[in-house]
């Protein structure tokens, strides 16, 4: 079994940053992609960012590029998102999730087969 933690929400202005952090534990942890995903009240989940935890190749919604960062230290099974210069629709609950199947696509949710228990970011305009 796979644990993963979430932490570093908070409430923050427009233009301000937070760094969020997913500490996984568990079994030996060797996913295949680790990714970020967060959901507004009303409206589905939606992807945020995918890292691959080996060769390291990332994928970005549109929404966050240029402005959020994935970064993951495999000798501590820790995932990270820098934010940056963020905006209000940012608000959400943000979840860290872990996949272990070779070929599905990084940014759909039925990749993943662990998450966490989320996150809260508030962005105040």
């Known amino acids: 079994q796979v644990q993963l933690v979430e932490s570093g929400g908070g409430l923050v202005q427009a233009g301000g940053s937070l760094r969020l952090s997913c500490v996984a534990s568990g079994r030996t942890f060797s996913p295949v992609y680790m990714g970020w995903f967060r959901q507004a009240p009303g409206k589905e989940r939606e992807f945020v960012v995918a890292?691959?935890?080996?060769?390291?190749?990332?994928s970005y919604a549109d929404s966050v590029k240029g402005r959020f960062i994935v970064s993951r230290d495999n000798a501590k099974n820790t995932l990270y998102l820098q934010m940056n210069s963020l905006k209000p629709e940012d608000t959400a609950v943000y979840y860290c999730?872990?996949?272990?199947?070779?070929?599905?696509?990084?940014?759909?949710?039925?990749?993943?087969?662990?998450w966490g228990q989320g996150t809260q970011v508030t962005v105040s305009s």
């Open positions: 890292i691959s935890r080996t060769v390291g190749s990332t």
């Open positions: 999730a872990a996949g272990f199947i070779y070929g599905l696509a990084p940014n759909s949710p039925g990749t993943y087969d662990y």
